[in-house]
């Protein structure tokens, strides 16, 4: 009985260390939103995200994250296959910037957007708990925000982390 | 004389930053020092052990400029963190809410502490009863 309690505190620090190995590993910088099962519809016009699932990108032409993840956008916006298969589309929200500087982002680097929104002064941005761009929300076909990616996609985050999630929505809701 | 003015300027330097006073002002003392509490209470989501209003990141600013027009407009303190943690979350608040999703982050501590006092206690009854020196 001894030998038992004598390793108690032992083995209540290994259960904090596990317990903090695994708090280590998450990202604090990539908080959960809580619009999560919110309708898009109290932010932004409902009509052009039904029957679509759409992928809302917020972005500005003087974020640098943002040019990183640029390519990846305008590869999945030229492969129009998936998209169609998907009824996927990409729609831009132009978060806090100048639409001349974001015109000219457009042209320079190309345009996957299939419609942008603009929000000059970041009210559309803040009612949908942006904090720091690039940040891509995925709202479903009933314009319901179902997911949020906080910082530039790469092709692993698009591949392993929002394309499944976008298949799994594919089944048409009646 | 040159190195005593020198000197002076030096130390009085830190008096020319610009306090968040000036760029917010108000006319009601009252709401003043509500606006002042309010913002050291919300939390920097970029530099997220700052206040928003000791951070300089531009959410932090976009923040505390949307608590000084609430502020202005008469809501509440209860109004303006309503709005936050609806678009933010919980995490948005130094404080986190007292709720079911919040309690064992609440309680942890007293928890450990009386966890700790109990081990203790079992630990020197049984030491007394049965005579030995040491635990």
Same mark, same amino acid.
């Not at chain 1, 998907?86 to 982002?105: P, T, W």
């Not at chain 1, 761009?133 to 929002?162: C, D, M």
């Not at chain 2, 030096?10 to 606006?35: G, H, T, V, W």
């Given at each position: 009985?001894?030998?038992?309690?004598?390793?108690?505190?032992?083995?209540?620090?290994?259960?904090?260390?596990?317990?903090?190995?695994?708090?280590?590993?998450?990202?604090?910088?990539?908080?959960?939103?809580?619009?999560?099962? =919110?309708?898009? !519809?109290?932010? $932004?016009?409902?009509?052009? %995200?039904?029957?679509?699932?759409?992928?809302?990108? /917020?972005? @500005?032409?003087?974020?640098?994250?943002?040019?990183?993840?640029?390519?990846?956008?305008?590869?999945?916006?030229?492969? =129009?296959?998936? !998209?169609?298969? $998907?009824?996927?589309?990409? %729609?831009?929200?132009?978060?806090?910037?100048?639409? /001349?500087? @974001?015109?000219?982002?457009?042209?320079?680097?190309?345009?996957?957007?299939?419609?942008?929104?603009?929000?000059?002064?970041?009210?559309?941005?803040?009612? $949908?708990?942006?904090?720091?761009?690039?940040?891509?929300?995925?709202?479903?076909?009933?314009?319901?925000?179902?997911?949020?990616?906080?910082?530039?996609?790469?092709?692993?985050?698009?591949?392993?982390?929002?394309?499944?999630?976008?298949?799994?929505?594919?089944?048409?809701?009646? | 004389?040159?190195?005593?003015?020198?000197?002076?300027?030096?130390?009085?330097?830190?008096?020319?930053?610009?306090?968040?006073?000036?760029?917010?002002?108000?006319?009601?003392?009252?709401?003043?020092?509500?606006?002042?509490?309010?913002?050291?209470?919300?939390?920097?989501?970029?530099?997220?052990?700052?206040?928003?209003?000791?951070?300089?990141?531009?959410?932090?600013?976009?923040?505390?400029?949307?608590?000084?027009?609430?502020?202005?407009?008469?809501?509440?303190?209860?109004?303006?963190?309503?709005?936050?943690?609806?678009?933010?979350?919980?995490?948005?608040?130094?404080?986190?809410?007292?709720?079911?999703?919040?309690?064992?982050?609440?309680?942890?501590?007293?928890?450990?502490?009386?966890?700790?006092?109990?081990?203790?206690?079992?630990?020197?009854?049984?030491?007394?009863?049965?005579?030995?020196?040491?635990?």
């Amino acid at each position: 009985m001894k030998n038992k309690m004598l390793a108690m505190p032992l083995i209540l620090f290994s259960a904090l260390v596990i317990f903090f190995i695994s708090g280590l590993h998450k990202d604090p910088h990539e908080l959960p939103s809580v619009l999560i099962g =919110k309708p898009i !519809k109290n932010i $932004l016009p409902e009509k052009p %995200f039904k029957k679509h699932i759409t992928l809302l990108n /917020v972005w @500005a032409s003087w974020c640098t994250s943002c040019r990183l993840e640029h390519n990846v956008l305008l590869q999945i916006a030229a492969d =129009k296959t998936m !998209k169609q298969q $998907l009824a996927l589309q990409i %729609f831009g929200l132009n978060y806090k910037d100048d639409s /001349v500087d @974001a015109k000219a982002m457009l042209a320079e680097l190309g345009n996957p957007y299939d419609k942008i929104f603009n929000d000059p002064n970041g009210k559309i941005g803040m009612n $949908l708990g942006v904090y720091g761009t690039p940040e891509t929300f995925i709202i479903n076909q009933a314009g319901v925000i179902s997911y949020r990616y906080v910082g530039p996609i790469s092709p692993q985050v698009w591949h392993n982390k929002l394309l499944p999630i976008i298949k799994k929505m594919r089944a048409p809701i009646s | 004389m040159k190195k005593i003015i020198l000197t002076a300027l030096i130390m009085l330097s830190p008096l020319c930053r610009s306090m968040p006073a000036d760029l917010y002002p108000f006319d009601n003392p009252k709401e003043a020092q509500r606006f002042t509490s309010l913002t050291q209470e919300i939390r920097c989501l970029i530099c997220q052990n700052e206040s928003i209003a000791d951070s300089n990141a531009p959410i932090a600013h976009d923040l505390t400029e949307k608590v000084y027009h609430m502020v202005k407009a008469g809501k509440s303190n209860l109004q303006i963190k309503q709005f936050l943690l609806e678009r933010y979350g919980d995490f948005v608040l130094f404080l986190p809410r007292f709720n079911a999703h919040t309690l064992l982050l609440w309680s942890a501590p007293i928890l450990f502490l009386v966890l700790g006092f109990l081990f203790l206690f079992i630990r020197i009854r049984r030491a007394n009863k049965e005579g030995l020196t040491t635990l």
